[in-house]
């Protein structure tokens, strides 16, 4: 299970960085996914291990995703944070491409107007 740090309140258009920790280094892909009140859990960013990283629309340009090998860490920078950033955000990693998604517990991220 990943371990997720870096969460809270910031206010809009504000900086913050999460980070997750896997077991060990290698992984296949490891990402953040987010869930807001009411709505459905959205990817976010992931990066594979080529160091290809993906973002939803709504957070390209503002969020960049980035891996440490040797650490076995992801950290996600959040720029220019927006009300709608407000979320419970959940780390995930995968082994290999086969494998399922291990989820971490999830940190609340607060964006204030």
């Known amino acids: 299970q990943p371990v997720e740090s870096g969460g809270g309140l910031v206010q809009y258009g504000g900086s913050l960085k999460l980070s997750c920790a896997a077991s060990?280094?290698?992984?296949?892909?490891m990402g953040w996914y987010r869930q807001a009140p009411g709505n459905q859990r959205e990817m976010v960013a992931e990066?594979?291990?080529?160091?290809?990283?993906r973002y939803a629309d709504s957070v390209k340009g503002r969020f960049t995703m980035s891996r440490d090998n040797a650490k076995g860490t992801a950290v996600l920078q959040m720029n220019s944070l927006k009300p709608e950033d407000t979320a419970v955000y959940y780390c995930?990693?995968?082994?290999?491409?086969?494998?399922?998604?291990?989820w971490g517990k999830g940190m609340l991220v607060t964006v204030s107007p």
């Open positions: 995930y990693v995968k082994w290999d491409p086969f494998d399922r998604a291990y």
């Open positions: 060990r280094s290698a992984f296949y892909a």
């Open positions: 990066i594979f291990g080529g160091g290809t990283a």
